[in-house]
């Protein structure tokens, strides 16, 4: 594999970024390239921001008027992706709902770094060309992807707990 520059920018102050997660989105994007077999040099971005502003991309960008918690943008026309000056191909952008994968994470009874890793792993695929919106063998081939790539970074659907101050 190629070297790995992931840009991660907190652009929200609705929740704390906790200790670790940028080393873990780091993680992801090096376990996703790393199956994919994806030898060039590497650069992605990763954004997380707060609900509001992900609506309003979703909106511009989707014609989606409703907040989601991941958007992907590509960097590439079909298998042709942009390269930097320096010959480093430009995945492209993901950005996170902080806010919404806090309330994910809550409603789905695991922890934020395994909602994240989840998050991260999901879009840094559809960078990849994968898509699952149409439902059937992709999508079921992009899930099955997924948790092979969150297993061998440890976080497996049943290692994953959180409990919150409240249920002391």
Known sequence: MGKLR???????????VPTGIRLL???CCKAVLQMEQFNDDVEVSVSFIDNSQIKKLNAEYRNKDVETDVLSFQMCEGDKYEKDAEGVVILGDIVISFEKAVKQAHDYNHSIFRELAYLTVHSMLHLLNYE?????????????????????????????????????
């Open 6 to 16: 992931v840009l991660i920018n907190n652009n929200q102050d609705v929740c704390k």
């Open 25 to 27: 989105i780091k993680r």
């Open 132 to 168: 699952h919106e149409n439902g059937g063998l992709e999508a079921v081939r992009m899930r099955e992807k997924e948790e092979t790539i969150l297993n061998k970074i440890g976080l497996t659907r049943d290692a994953t707990y959180v409990i919150f101050d409240d249920e002391n």
